[in-house]
C-alpha cells in the first residue's frame, strides 16, 4: 500500500479531505444544471459506478437555485463550480452546497471574494481554490508555469487564511501532464492542504486516459492526491471508470476486478478472445466479483501467465481450458466458455 502524504483534515458535515488513505473519487455533470430531473438522474447513476462526490456547473441563477432540489434527491455531496460572478457562488452556497470550486483571480474584486468567504464561513461550506495554467493572472511571479501556479495558489491561500478561512482544497492544473506533475509536486512540498489532483481539459478516449494517467500516476505512487477526477470528452461515466482502473492498477482502490488478458497473436486457435474478455470484465463489475481473471489465447503461455489468478481460461483447438490459481479444472468448448467460466466465477 502507498502511504499517503500527511495532509490537513478538512472536512465538514458531508465530506473530509486529507489526513487518510481514501482518495475521493469525483466526476462533473454533463448536463445543464437547472435540468434537474436529468442532473439527479445523472449523479445517482454516477453514484452507483462509485463516485464520491459530483460537481455541478453554475452558468446562472436558475442553475444555483436547482442545487436544492438536486440535494434533496440525492446521497452524495454536490460541488458547485462558479466563474467570475461571487453572487453566483453565495447563491449555491446558500442551496446547499457541500462544497464550491472558484478561481479566486477571476472574480471581480478582493471584496466581493471576502463575501463569498464569509457566506461559506456561516453555511461551513468547503472551498476548492481552483488554479489553471490558461487562466494565471498577468503579473504572477514564476519561472516556468508550474511555478507561477504554485506561487498563485500560494498567495491566494494567504488571502484566505488573513480572512480567518482554512476549510480549503486546492487544485493546480495544466493540460500539460508534465506542468501538472511539477505543480503539485512542487505545491506539496510546501503546504499541506489536501489536494484535488487531475490534467485540466486532457481530451477524448485514449488521448484523455493515456494524458491523464502519465500526469498523475506519478503523484498517487509518490501519496500526493486526495480527490481525484479525471477529465475527459466524454460522459462522466467513463471518467469514473477510468478512476476506478487507474486506482486499482495502483492497489488503491480494491473493490473492482482485474484482468489479465493476452494481445493475441498467430498461435491462436480460438476466435473470440478480446470479446471474452470484455464480457468477464462487464460480468464481474456488474456482480461485484472483485477476482483476479486470467483471459489467455492459446496454451503456450496461458496457464504460466495465468497462474496467480484465481481463475483462468487458455485457448486451443477451439476449446478452452478453465484453471484455478494455475491449476487445470476442466476443459470446455468456445461456444459454452463464458457459461462455464462465469459459474466458476460465481462459485469462487
Not at 74 to 100: M, Q, R, S, T, W
Not at 193 to 222: C, K, M, N, Q
Not at 233 to 248: A, S
Request: proline share 3%; net charge positive; with cysteine.
Amino acid at each position: 500500500m502507498i502511504n499517503r502524504t500527511k495532509t490537513k483534515l478538512v472536512k465538514n458535515k458531508t465530506l473530509s479531505f486529507g489526513s487518510s488513505q481514501k482518495i475521493l473519487i469525483q466526476s462533473m455533470c454533463d448536463i445543464k444544471t437547472s435540468e434537474t430531473k436529468l442532473v439527479i438522474k445523472q449523479i445517482k447513476k454516477c453514484e452507483t459506478h462509485g463516485a464520491d462526490l459530483m460537481r455541478v456547473s453554475v452558468l446562472d441563477e436558475s442553475d444555483a437555485l436547482s442545487i436544492k432540489k438536486i440535494k434533496e434527491s440525492v446521497n452524495i455531496p454536490i460541488v458547485a463550480d462558479i466563474h467570475f460572478d461571487y453572487k453566483l457562488a453565495i447563491l449555491a452556497i446558500e442551496n446547499g452546497a457541500d462544497k464550491i470550486r472558484i478561481n479566486p483571480g477571476n472574480i471581480d474584486n478582493k471584496e466581493n471574494l471576502i463575501k463569498i468567504i464569509e457566506t461559506a464561513k456561516r453555511y461551513d461550506t468547503i472551498i476548492r481554490i481552483g488554479i489553471n495554467s490558461g487562466s494565471l493572472e498577468k503579473n504572477i511571479d514564476g519561472k516556468d508555469i508550474p511555478s507561477k501556479i504554485v506561487n498563485s495558489a500560494l498567495k491566494w491561500i494567504s488571502f484566505f487564511e488573513k480572512n480567518n478561512f482554512y476549510k480549503l482544497v486546492i487544485s493546480l492544473k495544466s493540460t500539460n501532464a508534465l506542468e501538472t506533475y511539477s505543480a503539485y509536486k512542487q505545491f506539496a512540498s510546501v503546504s499541506d492542504y489536501p489536494l484535488h489532483i487531475g490534467i485540466t481539459e486532457s481530451g477524448f478516449d485514449e488521448i484523455g486516459i493515456i494524458r491523464s494517467v502519465a500526469g498523475l500516476s506519478p503523484l498517487l505512487l509518490e501519496g500526493i492526491g486526495n480527490t481525484i477526477r479525471i477529465s475527459l470528452t466524454h460522459d462522466p461515466i467513463k471518467e469514473i471508470d477510468t478512476i476506478k482502473r487507474l486506482l486499482h492498477d495502483l492497489n488503491l482502490y480494491p473493490d473492482y476486478p482485474t484482468i489479465i488478458s493476452c494481445p493475441t497473436c498467430g498461435r491462436c486457435e480460438v476466435t473470440n478472445t478480446k470479446q471474452i474478455a470484455k464480457k468477464v470484465l462487464h460480468y464481474c463489475v456488474k456482480n461485484k466479483k472483485y477476482l483476479t481473471i486470467s483471459i489467455m489465447g492459446c496454451v503456450v503461455n496461458g496457464v504460466g501467465e495465468g497462474k496467480n489468478a484465481d481463475i483462468g481460461i487458455a485457448g486451443g483447438k477451439n476449446a478452452f481450458v478453465i484453471f484455478k490459481k494455475g491449476k487445470i479444472i476442466k476443459t470446455v468448448s468456445e461456444e459454452t466458455v463464458l457459461k462455464e467460466l462465469f459459474n466458476e466465477i460465481d462459485k469462487f
